[in-house]
């Protein structure tokens, strides 16, 4: 069955008086031009041209001459730019923004048709593109996904069976102490799972996987190295400075390691020049 085109009334009235160009004549088919011309007067009594018009210039006449409402649209004008700049000197906007992705997507479908897509997106600093691909994300969601996207959409993601496998991987008792990477890459080389890293990376984090971490097995001193009595242990540094006149001098600073009981004050230190 043949698709029919709707024609605003507007355009049929301007075909009626002849007032549109080859162009847009060329786009629609003769017989609907001829069918709108030879059709009663009467049909489009309510709908007047000449009315239209002039209600929309004596709209425009009365802004123009009313100065309250042009100083009203100045200002909303500059609260506009302003908010916009305010927004977007925000530390991390467009991070925030992408976390409220549904939301930004609802809005923006709700005013666009006023305000305009591409003055909206302006405000949300992205672009059509990346507007497309959001709404394309939040419209056509898939609960079945760990990832929430569509798989015929998305179909490069993992499947029920892949996901499955990686989780039965990540959560054995024989590999709890191995680090994601070498379960990445003793997948890889037996070909259970070949995938990349920042795949498993990725996957791991979505699924919530805890991952026990192995006691640290380095020995924390609760006391460095420290001296019983006096002139034992000493500690020697060197430091190299440049004078002003380009002379070059040599610091040799020498600190005695040993703390009496009731020492409270700065370490003995030697300088050598």
Known sequence: MKNRNAYHTALKCLA????LTKGVCGLIPRSNIWRWKHEPSDKYKTFDLNLRGTQDYELIRSFVQNKNAKQIFAAYVRLSKFFVDLVHSVPKFHKH???KKLQVVRIIERVKDSLGLKNVLRVFNISVPTFRQWKLDTVTPCFESIVNRCNRIYPTQLSKSEVKTMKEKLTDPLHQYWPISSIAFHSLRNGSLPLSLNTWYKYANRMGVNRPKPADRRKKFLTGILANRPNRIWHAD????????????YIYLVVDNFRGKYFRGALPTKSVL
Do not use: A, Q, S
């Open 238 to 249: 060197i430091t190299r400075f440049v004078t002003l006149d380009n002379v070059i001098h």
């Open 16 to 19: 009626r008086e002849n007032l």
């Open 97 to 99: 923004v992408n976390k």
